[in-house]
Structures are given as structure tokens and as C-alpha cells.
């Protein structure tokens, strides 16, 4: 998975033997770009979700090195994808090669809105329902269901709302059931038989199906033995549904720079509630239900998002006037 791929294998064994190689497709992704001259050619419908997916891989790539130049490209390269589905929406169900729309969603969410927070929610709810729920078939075509697999999931990380969770699990549980011989493999087209793994695609399986599910699991095992269960916990706020006011809480397992803010249904930025440099702990705020001007919020859904390095958490929050 490029860069980030190489980030998540450095820190799970400690080697850094590969981090040179890595380096080198980092700067590749900077330094090579992609066009998309029609709409219907077959770069028209792969380059999109590749470029999205190599601007995700660089930004969060840079962000873990503090490679700023890195991040700048991977932004840039996200913001060409941004107005290409602007102009054709399509491309959230376009399906060609072996990627899908769910690596547009992916990519743009873990670059492009990294950095243009306020326009998220607006993004996701024009856009997250466009990605199709399952993959038409093809020759890879699961590969493409992986894709869609993990945007389904970064939209949930988005919005917390659990329907694109299970539409997550739905797909992990259908590629699996075709890992018939239980070798952990699996195979690029249904019709073809478990001898005919390939294992690009069963890392597909694993980075963007297993591996999320794993770390669910893993922070709640880590809840239930009284650890925290993230570097950085953002806890549902209370009371909600609220009038005026609900506290909004998070915990830190270590000092870290912290960005809370409240942002309505539009993607507009409402409130900061939080910036700057926090303790390891738990810290709590109030929001008060009104906005930056001080005026009285009106009556709606809202989000909270909390931003500490590489982990964000939204919730979904009510006022009632």
C-alpha cells in the first residue's frame, strides 16, 4: 500500500530495513502525476481512484516522516481528484481495473480533508451514497469490492454512523468466504478456483477488510483490561440529544496537539472548541450551542471532530431548541 503501507510495517516490527524503498515510492507519488482528458477511456476510469489512492498513501506518509512537501503533493494531487468527481460523480461507482470508487473515498478523506476539515460532512453526504454497495462483475472484481470495503469504512470513521460499518463487515464476510482451502488467499474473479489466489489481492483482503476490524477488536479488549483503547479516545458527548449546552470529552494516552471543533451539516465550522497542547488524560469542554459570532445555534444535527496527529473521530451530536 505505498507509503503508508510501509509506515504501518515499520511500526508494527520495528525493521527499517525497507524504509529506503518506501522513501522512493513516496517520491515517486510526488513527483508523478495523472490526467483525465474524457470520461469513458480506460484511464479516464482507473486514474482517478489510483491518483486518490496514491494522495492518500503520500499525505499520511509525509505526516508520519514530517515531510511537508510530501503532504502539499498529496493535497494537491487529492484536490485534482475533488473536481474531477465534482464535474462527474460517476466516478464514485466507476469500477476498471482492479479499483473502485471506494479508493476515491478513501483517498480524498485521508488527504484532501485532512487539511480541509470544514468541507468533510458537505463532501460525504453528496457523495458517500454515490459508491455502489458491491462490485459488478469482472476480472478482479474483488479486488474492487475491497476498495469499496475500506471507503464504506473511512465513511463510517467520518460520520460514526454504523450503517457504513456493516456495509464494511458485509463485504469483508463475502470476500473471505472465498478463502475455500483456508490458506488466506484469495482469488481476483468469483468464477475462478482457490487454486488461482493471488496475493496482491489477499492483501487487499487484509489491509483494507481484516485489518480495521482487528483494531476495533483490539481497542476493545484494551477497554476491557482499563487501558485506553487509542492513542486518543473521543468519547460520545453528554447529554445528547442537548439544550443549550452537552460537554464533549476525549482521552489521551499521551501529550499530544489537539484540534476539537463543532461543525453543522454543511461542513461549515461552527465552533473550536479546542486547540492546542494537551496532557495525557482526559479532557473535557463545554459547547455552549452558540457560534464563533456568539449567536445561538439553531435547532439540527451537528459534529464534533476531534483532529491529534494522524487519528481524527467525529460524533454526531443534536440540539433541540
Avoid at 38 to 51: A, M, Q, R, S
Avoid at 119 to 141: C, F, Q
Avoid at 144 to 166: E, F, I
Wanted: with cysteine.
Amino acid at each position: 500500500m505505498g507509503g503508508a503501507g510501509g509506515d504501518k510495517y515499520e511500526q508494527v516490527t520495528g525493521d527499517t530495513t525497507y524504509r529506503s524503498y518506501v522513501d522512493s515510492c513516496a517520491s515517486y507519488l510526488a513527483t508523478h502525476n495523472l490526467s483525465r482528458p474524457g470520461t469513458t477511456g480506460f484511464y479516464d476510469l482507473v486514474n482517478p481512484p489510483v491518483l486518490a489512492w496514491g494522495a492518500g498513501n503520500l499525505y499520511a506518509y509525509g505526516e508520519a516522516r514530517e515531510d511537508s512537501v510530501w503532504k502539499y503533493r498529496g493535497w494537491k494531487r487529492a484536490n485534482r481528484v475533488k473536481g474531477w468527481v465534482d464535474s462527474d460523480p460517476a466516478i464514485m461507482s466507476n469500477e476498471e481495473w482492479a479499483v473502485s470508487g471506494g479508493a476515491v473515498a478513501w483517498g480524498l478523506l485521508e488527504s484532501y480533508f485532512r487539511v480541509n476539515v470544514g468541507e468533510e460532512s458537505l463532501w460525504v453526504e453528496t457523495y458517500a451514497t454515490l459508491m455502489d454497495t458491491v462490485a459488478d462483475p469482472g476480472d478482479w472484481e474483488n479486488a474492487a469490492n475491497g476498495w469499496y470495503a475500506l471507503g464504506h469504512k473511512r465513511v463510517q470513521r467520518s460520520t460514526g454512523d454504523p450503517y457504513w460499518g456493516a456495509r464494511h463487515q458485509w463485504l469483508t464476510d463475502y470476500l473471505l468466504a472465498f478463502d475455500t482451502d483456508d490458506d488466506g488467499g484469495i482469488q481476483g474473479n468469483p468464477a475462478d478456483t482457490d487454486t488461482m489466489d493471488h496475493a496482491w489481492i489477499a492483501a487487499y483482503l487484509g489491509f483494507m477488510c481484516l485489518d480495521p476490524l482487528i483494531e476495533e477488536d483490539t481497542e476493545v479488549a484494551l477497554a476491557g483490561a482499563g487501558a485506553p483503547a487509542a492513542p486518543v479516545t473521543l468519547l460520545p458527548n453528554r447529554p445528547n440529544p442537548f439544550n443549550p449546552s452537552t460537554e464533549i470529552a476525549f482521552t489521551l494516552r499521551e501529550p499530544a496537539r489537539v484540534r476539537l471543533g463543532v461543525f453543522d451539516a454543511a461542513g461549515r465550522l461552527v465552533a473550536r472548541v479546542a486547540d492546542g497542547d494537551y496532557p495525557a488524560g482526559r479532557h473535557a469542554f463545554f459547547w455552549d450551542g452558540r457560534g464563533r459570532g456568539g449567536s445561538p445555534s439553531p435547532s439540527g444535527v451537528y459534529f464534533c471532530r476531534l483532529d491529534a496527529g494522524r487519528w481524527t473521530s467525529t460524533r454526531k451530536m443534536v440540539l433541540l431548541r
